[in-house]
């Protein structure tokens, strides 16, 4: 009878032992993966969230994301409640402060006046549309920062693209960064990956 207690004792504590994990489990994975997000992307299910805030002091609803995956790094804003003319609203003032990172400039030195600054042509952003959105390749610093004109500080090879999910009225800004080394065609496969999904 004793032995037959301790082997019931054991046979529960390995039950609740093994429901405990995997809720854990389930509940890591629901909090760090890219799923129920309202999209997909190639390789969506390598790709962990390290960090989820909400963005506040904004005009819009937005959820920013940090996640990791072998491939690459990812930056997602989430705008959500849009109608179409509010999220192509958005979507120009975003790319249009993205593009001021590249423009001409005069330099600050009077002598100077008649040589304007600017990016060499290898730097500048290629713009490149998909079916439900554009996006832009360009290079970027150590600290993810956009704007980058030399070799000498540029860390990562980037692509930064915005996309409408109607159904959803959610927009997603999402900015792909992987080491310089790498080729522009890993962020353009990514970029047009980007489908919406129903839920």
């Not at 996006?135 to 915005?162: E, H, L, M, P």
Request: charged share 25%; glycine share 6%.
């Amino acid at each position: 009878m004793k032995y037959k207690r301790i082997f019931i004792v054991i046979i529960i504590s390995l039950f609740i032992g093994i429901g405990s994990s995997i809720f854990w489990q389930f509940y890591y994975d629901q909090k760090h993966s890219l799923k129920n997000l309202g999209f997909s992307i190639a390789g969506r299910e390598k790709f962990f969230v390290e960090e989820r805030f909400p963005r506040h002091f904004s005009d819009y609803e937005e959820e920013a994301l940090f996640a990791n995956g072998e491939s690459g790094i990812l930056q997602l804003t989430l705008i959500s409640n849009l109608t179409r003319e509010r999220a192509q609203e958005y979507a120009r003032s975003q790319f249009s402060v993205f593009e001021s990172m590249f423009d001409k400039r005069l330099p600050p030195y009077p002598e100077l006046i008649t040589n304007a600054t600017g990016c060499a042509d290898e730097f500048l952003p290629q713009k490149k549309e998909t079916p439900i959105g554009n996006y832009y390749t360009a290079y970027a610093g150590n600290r993810f920062n956009f704007g980058i004109c030399d070799q000498s500080i540029a860390k990562y090879k980037s692509g930064v693209g915005i996309f409408y999910c109607e159904k959803l009225r959610r927009e997603v800004k999402l900015s792909y960064f992987i080491d310089k080394s790498e080729n522009f065609d890993t962020i353009d496969a990514l970029m047009n990956s980007f489908i919406c999904l129903d839920k």
